[in-house]
């Protein structure tokens, strides 16, 4: 799924980035150009890195999802 459409980036992406150290949506946005242009995927992304980081949690920051 597309997150944000102004730079085509993907949700695929933003995991990646996550599970490569990317905890905060201004490292999002340093790695991936997330919402440098008009910025309506900022909430769709902060909800995919909350997600990401119950998910960690519950498994353990071994078990990475991507
Ligand atoms: S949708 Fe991400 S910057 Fe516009």
Redesign the pocket.
């Known amino acids: 799924m597309i997150v ?4 085509a980036i993907s949700e695929r992406e933003i995991i990646q980035a996550a599970n490569e150290g990317a905890s905060t949506l201004e490292h999002l946005s340093d790695r991936l150009n ?8 900022m909430d769709c992304a902060a909800d995919c890195l909350a997600s990401l980081k119950n998910i960690n949690r519950k498994n353990g920051d071994s078990a990475k999802i991507l």
């Open positions: 944000c459409l102004c730079n997330l919402g440098a242009c008009c910025g309506a995927c």
